[in-house]
């Protein structure tokens, strides 16, 4: 989509087992670009920006299915990966999880998975993430855009979301209709902590587009009145 008032473009790659929306932030009449979450598929990210000049990967959070490229196209456009230090014990316990039964962990779509006999696992072809990150800092700029990450744990501890003029790229914490996963069987997450996190991003102006990880967009204003409705249920 293009944004002219605001002076952004954001492509949209949906890539992998989950469907997961991978970003390309770029400022309107620049060449440079961020790429986030880019969670499989690396041949098809790297065709979507293959007119720009990729600065930076960002992960929103470390579940495979938001990282499974990253270190393929971290190689091939020589860039760093920025996301929270926090994260590291995410993609430690998704390692972990992978070793034990031979599969990648896909939340509440697991149990499909398993009954079908189509587990998702890591493509053979594609280099594993060592887990490293850039230093962090909470703002980025892409040529004259200027990208704040905002903290947001509840999901994952180290989650993140990206605001920039007009829109937010909020990863797996907010979705049309509610915050994301939470949950004792995902001993990282926090619901406490995501609807806490959920409040803040819902004080942005109520025209920002929320563009989620996963499906389709949304705007503060139409999630706005449901934040108690959401703390009430617990999910």
């Given at each position: 989509m293009i944004d002219e008032a605001n002076g952004v473009e954001l492509r949209r790659i949906v890539v992998g087992y989950l469907d997961t929306n991978c970003w390309v932030v770029r400022p309107?009449?620049?060449?440079?670009?961020?790429?986030?979450?880019?969670g499989d598929e690396p041949r098809r990210i790297a065709e979507a920006v293959s007119d720009l000049d990729v600065t930076g990967i960002v992960i929103t959070h470390a579940h495979a299915d938001h990282v499974l490229a990253v270190a393929a196209l971290a190689g091939?456009?020589?860039?760093?990966?920025?996301?929270?230090?926090?994260?590291?014990?995410?993609?430690?316990?998704?390692?972990?999880?992978?070793?034990?039964?031979?599969?990648?962990?896909?939340?509440?779509?697991?149990?499909?998975?398993?009954?079908?006999?189509?587990?998702?696992?890591?493509?053979?072809?594609?280099?594993?993430?060592?887990?490293?990150?850039?230093?962090?800092?909470n703002q980025l700029c892409v040529g004259p855009l200027t990208v704040d990450l905002l903290h947001t744990p509840g999901h994952t501890p180290g989650s993140l979301c990206l605001s920039l003029p007009g829109h937010l790229l909020s990863g797996d914490t907010l979705f049309p209709g509610g915050p994301g996963l939470t949950g004792a069987q995902w001993?990282?997450?926090?619901?406490?902590?995501?609807?806490?996190?959920?409040?803040?991003?819902?004080?942005?102006?109520?025209?920002?587009?929320?563009?989620?990880?996963?499906?389709?967009?949304?705007?503060?204003?139409?999630?706005?009145?449901?934040?108690?409705?959401?703390?009430?249920?617990?999910w």
């Amino acid at each position: 989509m293009i944004d002219e008032a605001n002076g952004v473009e954001l492509r949209r790659i949906v890539v992998g087992y989950l469907d997961t929306n991978c970003w390309v932030v770029r400022p309107l009449g620049g060449r440079e670009a961020l790429i986030v979450d880019p969670g499989d598929e690396p041949r098809r990210i790297a065709e979507a920006v293959s007119d720009l000049d990729v600065t930076g990967i960002v992960i929103t959070h470390a579940h495979a299915d938001h990282v499974l490229a990253v270190a393929a196209l971290a190689g091939e456009f020589g860039v760093p990966i920025v996301g929270h230090p926090d994260e590291a014990r995410v993609w430690a316990a998704e390692l972990d999880y992978l070793a034990e039964h031979g599969h990648l962990d896909a939340g509440t779509a697991t149990p499909d998975f398993v009954a079908s006999g189509n587990l998702p696992r890591p493509s053979p072809d594609l280099p594993l993430w060592d887990g490293q990150l850039a230093d962090y800092s909470n703002q980025l700029c892409v040529g004259p855009l200027t990208v704040d990450l905002l903290h947001t744990p509840g999901h994952t501890p180290g989650s993140l979301c990206l605001s920039l003029p007009g829109h937010l790229l909020s990863g797996d914490t907010l979705f049309p209709g509610g915050p994301g996963l939470t949950g004792a069987q995902w001993p990282l997450s926090d619901f406490t902590a995501i609807i806490a996190s959920v409040q803040r991003l819902l004080e942005l102006p109520p025209d920002t587009v929320i563009h989620p990880g996963h499906g389709s967009d949304t705007t503060v204003a139409t999630e706005r009145p449901h934040l108690d409705a959401w703390r009430a249920r617990g999910w």
